[in-house]
């Protein structure tokens, strides 16, 4: 027997029996992801590289190495560290509780398609243009 989820992740019904521990988290019926994926989609929406996202956040590069590489969960001190940092700040909402409220200033990082920041894209394309700008 397997149990299916929402998000079409199904593990073994012995699995669930013998305790072990499943890295996916389940809320209001849909799969969240994981803290060290959210780290990482973070980092990489502020275009920065691993080690200047850890000079910004105070967290030690081989700790976020590991985070990213899916060896290791951050815990609740990580998440502190980095939600209490003025950059990071309007992330918290969707890094704590997978919501965000933009009235309130609280986003979730944007992506296109090839994993840029959509947000920087739309900046760049409305302030370079050279007609815009009355050139």
């Known amino acids: ?5 929402p998000c079409d992740f199904s593990i073994p019904a012995w699995s669930l029996n013998q305790n072990l521990q499943v890295s996916l988290v389940i809320k209001s019926g849909l799969c969240q992801m994981k803290m060290s994926e959210k780290l990482k989609k973070i ?4 275009g920065l590289t691993q080690v200047k996202f850890c000079e910004i956040s105070g967290i030690a590069l081989g700790t976020l190495k590991n985070y990213e ?5 951050p815990g609740i001190q990580v998440v502190l560290q980095v939600t209490h940092n003025p950059r990071f700040k309007k992330y918290t909402l ?3 509780a997978d919501e965000i409220n933009p009235k309130a200033g609280q986003i ?3 992506f296109s398609l090839n994993g840029s920041d959509v947000s920087k894209k739309k900046e760049q394309k409305k302030s370079f243009h050279p007609r ?3 050139c």
């Open 1 to 5: 027997m397997r149990y299916k989820f």
């Open 43 to 46: 980092r990489k929406a502020e």
């Open 69 to 73: 590489g899916g060896h290791q969960e």
């Open 94 to 96: 969707w890094l704590m």
């Open 108 to 110: 979730e990082p944007a």
């Open 132 to 134: 815009a700008s009355g």
